[in-house]
């Protein structure tokens, strides 16, 4: 966050204020009463005279004055200070700068008005080449991730970064992404291309995984809160058996695929807080098309939604639901299939522990649903908002969801219906802006035959909770 400094001119306040102040009640401050003045801002007249920009170097002029010609329409110092701190905002989302100050000066020398003012934006540019260790999550899994970046390439925000992560369970990935931003465009959209290579193991499902490919993809927003991503894919799949013990129906699956993805993605965001909100909607809608090309066909539909609401002061009932459906034409094989069970989706289940297998191999289905009650309050005794209690929350939640099987007698409607329903209590832990740890103790209510439950405790690490 930059600092605002102003600097107001002495003459144009009167002895009364001038209009600018508004006496409230006196607070007493030792044996006399002294009137506390509150500035108007909104009522002081301003205009911007002229707007400088220190510390550029590889950044090119023309983004620069797109970015900051919304100053010079201001027509008070309180709109003076909005404006600013917006122009702010987009000089920092460019990701060509790590360190922006705002400094809000009267206007002098020639041109100058006697309304003017002049503001100077401080900026650090980013280096040449960044590096960096950090950690992501993915299907409760925590991987290290190695990268090195180049910002602002070109000077207009274009980015090149290249990964490699490597996760606890022998998974690698490796990617290179471009980025292209236009800050200036209506939308605001952002360009970007990936070259990829990825390496899961599934321990639950008997198989290994490796897909190399290219994902383009623009991203958008419609609204402040309404973000849409339109993606194509390409990629060659390899499916393995991971262990002499799977079973034969995974193994069908096994061998080298081509498949071609069309994908759009929309996400809608009204909470106050991605990981513990208090109040507000989230919903996440991905529809993708495969089959303009390569060995796959099918469409492919999930829903995600959550609704919060507070009901006294830290005490938050949170409603989530999902569901999906996938039709397959041809060619759709066991890691296209949907997936349920573990401490990020039905708590109280295995990984991937709900839904047919075939000797005791998760094989995954094509219609799903799946809905939680959760109730997330305070440490008891610990309520110290500022302490590193308020990375905790205690927990307490119902979950129920169903898989359809793909290939069973029954029709998906009846396996719509057959509900499975776990409750539990625990604690939650925050870590920073963008995933979550659980550990709950967890009481599985009603399961099939072919279900792997968890009965106890259950550790859970993710960025989405069902």
Request: with cysteine; aromatic share 8%; charged share 20%.
């Amino acid at each position: 966050m930059g600092t605002v400094h102003a600097k107001a001119n002495q003459h144009d306040i009167g002895d009364s204020g001038g209009g600018l102040f508004v006496f409230e009640e006196p607070v007493e401050m030792g044996e006399e009463p002294i009137p506390k003045p509150t500035i108007k801002l909104d009522g002081v007249r301003a205009r911007v005279d002229r707007v400088h920009v220190d510390g550029l170097n590889r950044t090119k002029d023309d983004i620069i004055k797109n970015t900051i010609d919304d100053l010079f329409h201001a027509t008070d110092f309180e709109d003076v200070i909005v404006r600013a701190h917006k122009v702010r905002r987009a000089l920092d989302s460019m990701g060509c700068f790590r360190d922006i100050g705002v400094f809000i000066d009267v206007s002098s020398g020639p041109g100058s008005t006697p309304e003017g003012l002049e503001v100077t934006f401080q900026v650090k540019e980013l280096s040449r080449v960044i590096g960096g260790i950090n950690t992501t999550v993915s299907e409760n899994e925590g991987n290290l991730v190695l990268g090195v970046k180049m910002p602002n390439i070109a000077g207009r925000g274009e980015k090149l970064q290249a990964e490699y992560s490597m996760g606890y369970r022998s998974t690698s990935n490796f990617n290179v992404t471009a980025t292209k931003p236009y800050p200036h465009k209506p939308l605001v959209p952002i360009v970007s291309a990936s070259v990829y290579q990825q390496t899961h193991e599934y321990p639950w499902s008997g198989y290994r995984l490796l897909d190399r490919g290219l994902l383009m993809d623009l991203a958008f927003k419609s609204s402040p809160t309404t973000k849409h991503n339109l993606q194509w894919e390409g990629l060659v799949r390899e499916t393995a058996a991971l262990s002499k013990t799977t079973s034969f129906k995974v193994r069908e699956s096994s061998g080298p695929q081509m498949k071609s993805i069309l994908r759009h993605i929309v996400t809608v965001d009204h909470r106050d807080d991605a990981i513990f909100p208090s109040q507000g909607s989230w919903v996440q809608f991905s529809s993708e098309l495969a089959g303009l090309g390569g060995g796959v066909a099918h469409l492919k539909t999930e829903l995600q939604a959550q609704q919060n609401y507070e009901l006294i002061e830290d005490i938050v009932l949170q409603l989530a639901g999902a569901a999906g459906v996938l039709h397959d034409m041809f060619g759709t094989e066991i890691p296209d299939h949907f997936f349920l069970g573990g401490p990020t989706t039905l708590r109280g289940f295995q990984q991937r522990g709900v839904g047919p297998h075939s000797d005791g191999q998760a094989t995954g289905g094509k219609v799903y649903w799946a809905a939680g009650a959760h109730v997330y309050a305070p440490l008891p005794f610990l309520r110290n908002k500022n302490g590193i209690s308020s990375l905790f929350r205690s927990h307490f939640f119902v979950n129920a969801g169903c898989l359809a099987a793909p290939d069973n007698g029954l029709t998906n409607w009846e396996w719509a219906n057959s509900a499975r329903v776990s409750c539990g209590a625990g604690v939650a832990l925050r870590l920073g802006s963008v995933a979550r740890l659980e550990l709950n103790y967890c009481a599985p209510l009603k399961a099939r035959t072919n279900d792997c439950t968890a009965h106890g405790l259950q550790f859970g690490l993710g960025v989405h909770f069902l």
